[in-house]
């Protein structure tokens, strides 16, 4: 008896668990990969360098600007690293977040090709943090701020209010 093939994707759960486990290992390569750019090429700005993020000497208004150094402060209080380190690992997880978060986002408008269309993402960072030459300084708290209003893009249009509220909450501290 042969089989014939159907032009509808497979409902198999493997299949499925190993294509998200490849898009995520590919996502989480291609951040860091980014992120450690970005700290190689770029330099700290003079009055509102990383460290004075978390003592709050940092110039105005960036010391308002909260959530990414509070994180980083709570962290490295329970020993888990050191600053320089941390902010690293939390640029990562927010560019992370960003291809998830504007994945959900497209997921409204493309449904199968979300997950492709993407990855336009890393095509976008660099052009705005690695390649505008005059302006290629580290702020705490940017990449947070893309994750977090993809995010809330994606919830407003789909309606989905009582997750919105906490992430715009978020990202008002954020920013």
Excluded: C
Excluded at 30 to 57: C, H, I, K
Excluded at 101 to 121: D, E, I, P
Excluded at 139 to 165: C, I, N, S
């Amino acid at each position: 008896m042969v089989r014939e093939k159907s032009s509808k994707p497979s409902a198999d759960p493997h299949r499925s668990w190993s294509r998200e486990a490849v898009i995520f290992a590919l996502v989480a390569v291609m951040a860091w990969y980014f992120v450690y750019l970005r700290y190689r090429l770029n330099q700290e700005f003079p009055l509102a360098t990383l460290e004075s993020f978390l003592d709050g000497t940092a110039h105005k208004p960036f010391q308002f600007r909260m959530l990414v150094p509070w994180l980083v402060g709570g962290l490295r209080s329970l020993g888990l690293g050191d600053a320089a380190m941390l902010y690293r690992a939390i640029d990562v997880m927010a560019v992370i977040g960003a291809f998830y978060a504007l994945r959900y986002y497209l997921g409204l408008y493309l449904k199968s090709h979300a997950a492709l269309m993407a990855f336009a993402l890393f095509y976008v960072l660099p052009w705005n943090y690695l390649l505008a030459r005059d302006l290629t300084i580290i702020l705490p708290y940017d990449l947070m701020a893309v994750t977090l209003t993809t995010l809330a893009l994606g919830l407003a249009a789909r309606e989905k209010w009582g997750l919105f509220y906490p992430a715009f909450v978020l990202g008002a501290l954020n920013r």
